[in-house]
């Protein structure tokens, strides 16, 4: 069993799969919570439409011209918490957007932030609830995630079953690209919705 992290630098359409399986730790608020990732998105920079790196530098996508291995966490539609892996060579901005991971530490601290109705399945299903069970928000952008900080990408601690792959989800630019994976038959994986296209 490999329990060494993937090389973050390579091409994020390479890379993105072998974050499958990998966990994400925060340890914030008082409690520890362990996710363990089963679907991810890649985003390009400067070819990639779709990607918030597509136009260039802003404040808002920095980081993911930076160094591999950092947090890019950005607000969607004003409600949740996106959390993503910078990857790729400094300059060259990409990033695997974590779309739905299984909680495998600390269900009591992520049910609290969800709420109580939310079942083991939906505790990190889809990327908002991903970002909440772990409690992560703007305070957490940029955070090195290869260090002993409060928030830590670490490998995966078992072999993974059959990884499927295809279009990117809600994207309305390069939405047939197939830049998403996820693991065969895990239920935290989120839905399939194709976005409307942009006019």
Known sequence: MNVQLPNLSRPVESLAPDLLGCLLRTQIEGGEVVVR???VEAYGGGLDPASHAYGGRTQRNSVMFG?????YV????GLHWC???TTGQEGDASAVL????????????ARARRGERATARNLARGPGN?????????????????SDGPVQLRPRTSAIGPVCR???????????????WWLEGEPSVSAYRKAAKRS
């Open 37 to 39: 990732i089963t679907e």
């Open 67 to 71: 160094p591999p291995g950092h947090l």
């Open 74 to 77: 950005y607000h969607s539609y």
């Open 83 to 85: 959390v993503n892996v």
């Open 98 to 109: 974590l779309r739905a991971g299984e909680v495998i530490e600390g269900e009591w601290l």
């Open 130 to 146: 991903f970002g909440q069970a772990l409690g992560l928000s703007s305070e957490h952008y940029g955070l090195n995630l290869l």
């Open 166 to 180: 295809g279009p990117r989800v809600g994207v309305s630019r390069a939405d047939d690209w197939p830049w998403r």
